[in-house]
């Protein structure tokens, strides 16, 4: 389904936001933040920003973040308007997802030139997206035809890479768990492996003996340098679940010798974390595994190592609508600190995921109902724990910025008053902000929760069995209006009850019933 509609919107509508900086972001994330602000941008109403002029000069101009932020608010505004005007939101659908398809290529179209900028000419570069963080067929087809694979962790997610269209060529294959029949499938298809761990190694070990393997082989390693500021989004920890730990005792030999004993292992991985790792922890994990891959060449005399992912991971500032830390500024610190990796010798793949799509996504909930509770404003939405289960649970590793619209989906002005924005679950804790200052949302109001289009149209959570909701892409056409296309259709009450054993309404009481066998 293709929709459009007109909606036409001033610059100044577009900066009728009121952001709050959550604390530990990264210097460099909250100085943009400030620094768009006080130039007049789409930032204004922002708080706890450092005044810090350092980091400016490691990131991209204020001038050229601030242009890409204001364009990206000014076609949200426009989307939201859009899909009030169209039906796509309304009393009778309450929440939506959108996604700003040309931010999207954008992004696509800058982690490659990053990339391009500081290897030498001809070197192999997969940029692998991380299916695991928008798990959407149409996004998965978006990117590949923006030049990017597919970094799957399940079969589900092979299943949505091939449906997409994507190669097994450009796709990869890492998961900790991966069964006999996954690895078969993969090494069938011709899909680069990643192995987790020697037992894994060694299903490989009869899988290769049995016949002609057409897969990229690899090992995946733990560097063990430590976390960032979120625990569970930290890989390189001393005990993390994933891949050989390679400060163990004997673990780096065993490593070793594992490729002098395997000439068809021809790729090392290292992934050190995601949100939360700053970029000097990001190239120290690169650098380890780039001087693994240098001592096994060197211990075989040849170069079997030919490629090295360096998995994705780049945070996302989460307190203004800047990108920041830019694709750009991560390819010139590890050119920086690993030239080596990039003279040409060694292929790269990349794993990026939530970088890619964070600041292009936005879930956008009708205000239900509003109510004051011990002198505290709130706003009863349709958006909580089941598509923010992160946010509610652990609000202050995953804080959400709001954007305020009334019930035409225009941005909101007016005095802030400090309220909480609730979901729609029944429990006390389902908020996604509290005491947040925002324009007073009213009844038949529109609440946005910004920087969503990865992970949050992911992690659905069934609780009250409140349905997934629609998400639609949205982009200019050529007549200037706003075209949306269907990504995924809201799910439907009948949809509920046959996820939740509706054809198999009688089974327990059957079960064991006298008469029954």
Known sequence: MLVRGGVPTSS??????????????????????????????????????????????EIETVEDIGSEAHGRAARRDRAVRAAVEQGLLGPDAAVAGLLDVTGIRES??????????????GTPVLHAFAVKATPLVPVVRLLHEAGVGAEVASPGELALARAAGVPSGRTVLDSPAKTPAELREALALGVAVNADNPQELDRLDALVGSGPVRSPLGLRVNPQIGGGTIGATSTATRTSKFGVALRDEGAREWVVRAYTERPWLTRLHAHTGSQGIPLPLLARGVAEVYALAEEINATVGRRQVDTVDIGGGLPVNVASEATAPTYAEYARVLAGQVPGLFDGRYGLVTEFGRSLLAKHGTVVARVEYTKSAGGRRIAVTHAGVQVAARTVYVPGAWPLRIAAYDAGGRPKTGPETVQDVAGPACFSGDLLAEGRALPLLEQGDYAAALDTGAYYFAHHYAYNS?????????????????????????????????????????ALTTLGAPGSR
């Not at 941008?41 to 980091?55: E, I, K, N, P, V």
């Not at 490659?112 to 500081?118: H, Y």
């Not at 949306?484 to 939740?500: D, G, I, Y």
């Open 12 to 57: 100044a509508s577009s900066c009728a936001y009121v952001y709050s900086h959550p604390v530990g972001l990264n210097r460099a994330s909250q100085y943009i933040g400030s620094a768009t602000s006080a130039r007049g941008g789409c930032l204004a109403g922002s708080t706890g920003s450092r005044q810090d002029g350092a980091a400016v000069a």
């Open 108 to 121: 696509a179209a800058a982690l490659r030139a990053a990339f391009e900028a500081v290897t030498a000419p």
């Open 466 to 506: 409140l349905a997934r909701p629609g998400i639609y892409g949205y982009a200019p056409d050529p007549d200037g209006d706003v075209a949306f296309a269907v990504v995924r259709e809201p799910q439907s009450l009948a949809e509920v009850v046959a996820e939740s054993g509706g054809a198999h309404a009688s």
